[in-house]
T-cell receptor, first 110, second 110 residues
Framework: DTTVKQNPRYKLARVGKPVNLICSQTMNHDTMYWYQKKPNQAPKLLLF???????READTFEKFQSSRPNNSFCSLYIGSAGLEYSAMYLCASSRRREQYFGPGTRLTVL | SQWGEENLQALSIQEGEDVTMNCSYK?????VQWYRQKSGKGPALIIL?????REKRSGRLRATLDTSSQSSSLSITGTLATDTAVYFC??????????FGSGTQLTVMP
């Protein structure tokens, strides 16, 4: 099974409210990633976990949190959503170079 | 061609035609991957070409890599309507970090 699952598929949030997105994989991959994708733009890497080690991109360091309670699950947490957070959030996992992507969560902030 | 922050490129062709998509990259790259994203799904790897390869074929797909000009191309022969998707060129130098191009929206009309 090469499926990466994401929940929810669609999320509506109010400005200033927290948002928590969930990703899971059963491939025993050591690395899990979160990307943000806006229309007509390349997916932007937000952060990734290699095993239990979290790596966050410098320009999104303070905007996104994440946790990985076990090998299969990874969350993306936004403490206070702003309008600019509206986007598709893609989770991916990998053991080597190929990344397996989930279907994404479409977040709309109002 | 696609790269980085450039807007999504768009191509529209008739079924049965051949198509070539180009991308260029700026960072040191050991592998170029091409991902395809169909509507409602996450990106999926379709072909991978290493820096010591000039050409790679997989079915109707053909990828080329020119490390001297830091460019890659993806060709699809005998396109089908089911080839309609966004195609991303992805460069990587490490085992975990991918650098996405902005993508090419390919529409194949039946």
């Amino acid at each position: 099974d090469t499926t990466v699952k994401q929940n929810p598929r669609y999320k509506l949030a109010r400005v200033g409210k927290p948002v928590n997105l969930i990703c899971s994989q059963t491939m025993n991959h050591d690395t899990m990633y979160w990307y943000q994708k806006k229309p007509n733009q390349a997916p932007k890497l937000l952060l990734f976990y290699y095993d239990k080690i979290l790596n966050r991109e410098a320009d999104t360091f303070e905007k996104f949190q994440s946790s990985r309670p076990n090998n299969s699950f990874c969350s993306l947490y936004i403490g206070s959503a702003g309008l600019e957070y509206s986007a598709m959030y893609l989770c991916a996992s990998s053991r080597r170079r190929e990344q397996y992507f989930g279907p994404g969560t479409r977040l709309t902030v109002l | 061609s696609q790269w980085g922050e450039e807007n999504l490129q768009a191509l529209s062709i008739q079924e049965g035609e051949d198509v070539t998509m180009n991308c260029s990259y700026k960072t040191y790259t050991t592998v170029v991957q091409w991902y395809r994203q169909k509507s409602g799904k996450g990106p999926a790897l379709i072909i991978l070409i290493r820096s010591n390869e000039r050409e790679k074929r997989s079915g109707r797909l053909r990828a080329t890599l020119d490390t001297s000009s830091q460019s890659s191309s993806l060709s699809i022969t005998g396109t089908l309507a089911t080839d309609t998707a966004v195609y991303f060129c992805v460069a990587s130098s490490g085992s975990w970090q991918l650098i996405f191009g902005s993508g090419t929206q390919l529409t194949v009309m039946p």
